[in-house]
């Protein structure tokens, strides 16, 4: 009866759900869903004033945000680690080939732990990835005004011409890194 | 403390990103590869309720629970190069960490302490915009 919190959820359910969240923020307090602005909420609360884009209020514009953004990480202990799926994810047959080219042995959990592991914290491989993927998605993130949540979900539910041009962006630069970078990183 | 409810809210978002597998690196190379229909349906279904939800809101003029009137800010389309230039180097991120920032948390919580590394990145990355930001073009 209660399988439906262990197993992983089929697109058609799981993103009408994630959609809902555009109204129920709306409707809730007047909050539009995005979730890299916690970023610089966070950058707020100690930058110096002098930097405009950390000179606000942040506590009145962003503590929601960052409340919403402490939910995540209980929701994905929650998803992650007390409800975990104990099969690895059903990938398709062709992307495990392909990244078993490419090296990677680990198909278990989330992520593999051929990358994603402190002992790779000092390779170059691992401090590109885990820290410079990072260092991007918080400056990309800002620099185009939004992230996924933003952009790909609250600006296209707007039909902003804006959000558009930024999730073509996301994806030449996903698309870039998967096809012409990692055969040279991995 | 009127916005605990965003505390509730974000669990339960936290829960669907995980039970969804979004927040998975192989599922995002999956798509990035498009090998599987999964995160385009996830992600298309998503935009379709939230599309539809949006029209209604600005058709009845729908208030919050407070009474206020919902504002949708747009965001400035004649600002290209930011959209454009931005959101290619966000997606680098993206397929280097397989994450975008809300599945950075919901891994941390998951119990993967490595992502305490994209993380401090991730708000490296958005302070360093903040100092750039007048020298970049928009």
Known sequence: MFDWLYQPWPWYVAGPVIGLFVPLLFIAGNKQFGISSSLRHACASFAPKSIPLFNYDWKREGLWNLLFVSGVFIGGFLGGWVFANPEPIALSAATVQDLAALGIQDFEGFLPDDIFAWGNLLTWQGLLIMLGGGFLVGFGARYAGGCTSGHAITGLSDLQAASLMAVIGFFVGGLIVTHLAYPFIL | ?138
């Open chain 2, 1 to 138: 403390m009127a916005h605990a409810k965003y505390v509730v809210f974000g669990i339960l978002f936290g829960f669907v990103l995980t039970k969804a597998e979004v927040i998975s690196w192989f599922r995002i190379q999956e798509m990035f590869r498009f090998q599987a229909f999964h995160m385009y349906g996830v992600i298309g279904a998503a935009i379709v309720v939230g599309m539809i939800s949006v029209q209604i809101i600005k058709r009845f003029n729908v208030k919050d629970i407070h009474g206020d009137p919902i504002t949708i800010t747009p965001k400035d389309p004649k600002q290209v190069y930011r959209y454009l230039i931005g959101g290619t180097l966000f997606g680098f991120g993206w397929a280097l960490t397989g994450a975008c920032p809300g599945p950075l948390f919901a891994l941390l919580g998951s119990g993967l302490t490595i992502m305490l590394v994209p993380i401090a990145g991730a708000l490296a990355g958005t302070y360093v915009y903040g100092l750039l930001q007048h020298k970049l073009p928009h």
